[in-house]
């Protein structure tokens, strides 16, 4: 009988060595499965993230082609006045600096969507389209830079401050943010008339006023609701 009873015994312990033994193959079994999974979204999100730059030089290029077309455009009345508006050009680096969760990748692609804008600008200006033929020379280049050297500048300024407003906006709704954009559409108009550079206040610049208003109204309305659910949230877990 004390023969049966140390053979149980033996087999108790020799089954807890086994699963003491176990148990770092089983974690390092979850750890590698983790972070072969980590791996593979950090490709993922590296492939986004390349698609998205792309498609930031792609609508940055169209959109600044399409803008200088459009104001060489003699049978479109109002087309002339909507391709002197600026604040277009900011939005586009705030939109795509919103698809960003890293203020340095939000500013990365700000810059690199107004530096496509103006490059597509550009090719544009000196394209067959506008009757400009280059024939080899670089003259009409240095002189499209030299007089666009206010627009280059800039572009250099604001670019990487829109596209860290929109990352600012993606992360946390913030209120700089939703002044910034609906106030360089609402406030354009009036700081062209104020530098004596808005000859007429045509429809169009009515119109960019009002979309600045919505704008803004609609950020501040989403901004307040993220803010509400936040507070909730942050509620709710104090009182589990």
């Not at 009988?1 to 108790?12: A, D, I, T």
């Not at 490059?119 to 007089?147: C, K």
């Not at 280059?152 to 300024?157: E, H, L, N, T």
């Not at 009036?190 to 006023?209: F, H, K, S």
Request: net charge positive.
């Amino acid at each position: 009988m004390l023969w049966f009873f140390r053979m149980k015994e033996q087999s108790l312990v020799v089954r807890s060595l086994k699963q003491e033994h176990s148990i770092p193959s089983n974690y390092a079994i979850v750890w590698q499965r983790r972070m072969r999974d980590r791996g593979t979204i950090q490709a993922c999100c590296g492939k986004i993230h390349i698609m998205v730059l792309l498609l930031a030089v792609i609508v940055g290029a169209a959109f600044g082609g399409a803008d200088q077309y459009l104001g060489s455009l003699s049978a479109i009345a109002w087309g002339a006045d909507v391709s002197l508006l600026s604040a277009p050009w900011l939005l586009l680096p705030f939109v795509f600096g919103c698809t960003q969760q890293r203020a340095r990748r939000a500013v990365a692609i700000g810059c690199m969507a107004t530096a496509s804008a103006l490059i597509g600008y550009f090719v544009m200006t000196l394209s067959p389209l506008e009757g400009v033929h280059l024939n080899g020379s670089m003259a009409p280049i240095l002189n499209l830079l030299r007089s666009e050297s206010i627009v280059i500048v800039g572009g250099v300024m604001t670019a990487p401050l829109y596209g860290y407003l929109g990352y600012c906006w993606r992360t946390s709704r913030a209120w700089l943010s939703a002044f910034f954009v609906g106030s360089a559409f609402s406030l354009e108009p009036l700081a062209r008339a104020a530098v004596g550079r808005l000859p007429q206040l045509t429809d169009v610049w009515v119109i960019e006023m009002g979309v600045g208003f919505i704008i803004g109204g609609y950020l501040i309305w989403t901004g307040s609701f993220f803010r509400i659910h936040k507070r909730q949230e942050f509620t709710g877990e104090l009182l589990t």
